[in-house]
């Protein structure tokens, strides 16, 4: 991918379709391969843009502790560099928190917003469950990192088969180990940082709400209260699907968001 530099760190983003501009955001540790599943029919309608947050995949890391807000001044220089007046936005998990802070310090350009799998405050359950993920990310192998990782992206149906599961062991000891624990303990504290609450009635931009039934990393309680607190917003919640429906369950992640999609306009 494509490397852009944004203040002191590099961006490394992918763009593909034509259209209005669509940004994807991921969440804590993911790079953009993530969206791997929609990238094709997303692009069919838009120019899609999705890219690697720092201290994940190809981007630069960083040294200091950091906020979904300063990942915002990320997102938003890369639209920039792009020459994008304006994107709708998807933000995953702790994109999604970026994408709340994106939306709320530059409402004008955003133009909707899809927020999946996150919320609006992190509170003492979720401080407590990100924090503990700090700290075994300091002990853990990567292997190990992997199985708990799946266990908090998937449901149960995910691992009767056990090869999507081998797959993902073998992709994480092929892949690169340079970079060491320091930037996943930085991205859980961005997590734990997260604290939008008292701001999104600011929020004008169409919003949709997604969220898994069984999502048991950030349970279904946080997307309701998004979809209470931001006006106008719309909850689809997908049946059978945890944290990570948009692989687990790619097509009811589609059905959820694509109609909205459209309604934004091309």
Same mark, same amino acid.
């Given at each position: 991918?494509?490397?852009?530099?944004?203040?002191? $760190?590099?961006?490394?983003?992918?763009?593909?379709?034509?259209?209005?501009p669509?940004? &994807?955001i991921?969440?804590?540790?993911?790079?953009? =391969?993530?969206?791997?599943?929609?990238?094709?029919?997303?692009?069919?309608?838009?120019? =899609?843009?999705?890219?690697?947050?720092? @201290?994940?995949?190809?981007?630069?890391?960083?040294?200091?502790?950091?906020?979904?807000a300063?990942?915002?001044? @990320?997102?938003?220089?890369?639209?920039?560099?792009?020459?994008?007046?304006?994107?709708?936005?998807?933000?995953?998990?702790?994109?999604?928190?970026?994408?709340?802070?994106?939306? &709320?310090?530059?409402?004008?350009?955003?133009?909707?917003? =899809?927020?999946?799998?996150?919320?609006?405050?992190? @509170?003492?359950?979720?401080?407590?469950?990100?924090?503990?993920?700090?700290?075994?990310?300091?002990?853990?192998?990567?292997?190990?990192?992997?199985?708990?990782?799946?266990?908090?992206?998937?449901?149960?149906?995910?691992?009767?088969?056990?090869?999507?599961?081998?797959?993902?062991?073998?992709a994480?000891?092929?892949?690169?180990?340079?970079?060491?624990?320091?930037?996943?303990?930085?991205?859980?504290?961005?997590?734990?940082?997260?604290?939008?609450?008292?701001?999104?009635?600011?929020?004008?931009?169409?919003?949709?709400? $997604?969220?898994?039934?069984?999502?048991?990393?950030?349970?279904? !309680?946080?997307? !309701?209260?998004?979809?209470?607190?931001?006006?106008?917003? !719309? &909850?689809?919640?997908?049946?059978e699907?945890?944290?990570?429906?948009?692989?687990?369950?790619?097509?009811?992640?589609?059905?959820?968001?694509?109609?909205?999609?459209?309604?934004?306009?091309?």
């Amino acid at each position: 991918m494509p490397a852009y530099s944004i203040g002191d $760190v590099t961006l490394n983003a992918e763009t593909s379709g034509d259209g209005f501009p669509l940004l &994807l955001i991921s969440g804590t540790g993911l790079p953009a =391969v993530i969206w791997g599943f929609h990238i094709g029919w997303m692009s069919e309608i838009r120019r =899609v843009v999705a890219f690697d947050n720092r @201290d994940t995949g190809a981007s630069s890391s960083v040294e200091t502790d950091y906020t979904p807000a300063d990942m915002a001044v @990320d997102a938003l220089g890369l639209m920039d560099e792009l020459g994008l007046e304006q994107a709708d936005v998807i933000g995953f998990s702790l994109g999604g928190a970026i994408a709340q802070e994106l939306v &709320l310090a530059k409402p004008d350009r955003v133009r909707g917003l =899809v927020l999946y799998a996150t919320w609006a405050s992190t @509170d003492g359950w979720l401080a407590l469950r990100f924090s503990l993920w700090e700290q075994l990310s300091a002990l853990a192998t990567p292997e190990l990192m992997t199985d708990m990782g799946a266990m908090d992206l998937y449901t149960h149906r995910f691992f009767a088969d056990p090869a999507p599961l081998e797959m993902l062991r073998a992709a994480s000891r092929a892949a690169p180990t340079e970079r060491g624990p320091a930037g996943i303990i930085r991205q859980w504290r961005a997590d734990q940082a997260h604290d939008a609450r008292d701001r999104l009635a600011q929020i004008a931009a169409p919003t949709l709400v $997604v969220v898994g039934d069984e999502d048991g990393l950030v349970p279904v !309680r946080y997307s !309701r209260e998004l979809a209470e607190l931001i006006p106008g917003s !719309r &909850l689809e919640v997908i049946p059978e699907a945890g944290h990570g429906a948009l692989i687990e369950r790619p097509d009811a992640f589609r059905t959820a968001v694509e109609p909205f999609l459209h309604d934004l306009g091309g």
